[in-house]
């Protein structure tokens, strides 16, 4: 069975980074595009970054362009997500995805979902 579980949540204050890291339990790893969602309480889930199989392209939300940085290291099943100069409005839960695409950016695309990890940024 598919897994991916986060890690690397927690609490930081506006300006700070952190690291979030997402290791998937897939057999075909380096076939999957993989993403990041993230979602407040009251809110929809939303977009944040997709990467490509092998890592080639990355595309960002508007909201987090500049600041984030996604990356992959097919060798240890692990996809990154460098956050930095994190914003209050950068608080949800962030949620690891996989899927054979993520060309759309919509989380109905989403074929596995981690747990989530909690981010919380503080003012």
């Known amino acids: 069975q598919v897994q991916l579980v986060e890690s690397g949540g927690g609490l930081v204050q506006a300006g700070g980074s952190l690291r979030l890291s997402c290791v998937a339990s897939?057999?075909?790893?380096?076939?999957?595009?993989m993403g990041w969602f993230r979602q407040a309480p009251g809110k929809e889930r939303e977009f944040v970054a997709r990467?490509?199989?092998?890592?080639?392209?990355?595309y960002y939300a508007d909201s987090v362009r500049g600041r984030f940085t996604i990356s992959r290291d097919n060798a240890k099943n692990t996809m990154y997500l460098q956050m930095n100069s994190l914003k209050p409005e950068d608080t949800a839960v962030y949620y690891c995805?996989?899927?054979?695409?993520?060309?759309?950016?919509?989380?109905?695309?989403?074929?596995?979902w981690g747990q989530g990890t909690q981010v919380t940024v503080s003012s």
């Open positions: 897939i057999r075909t790893f380096s076939s999957y595009a």
């Open positions: 990467i490509s199989w092998r890592g080639g392209y990355t």
């Open positions: 995805a996989a899927a054979p695409t993520l060309a759309q950016a919509v989380p109905t695309q989403v074929q596995y």
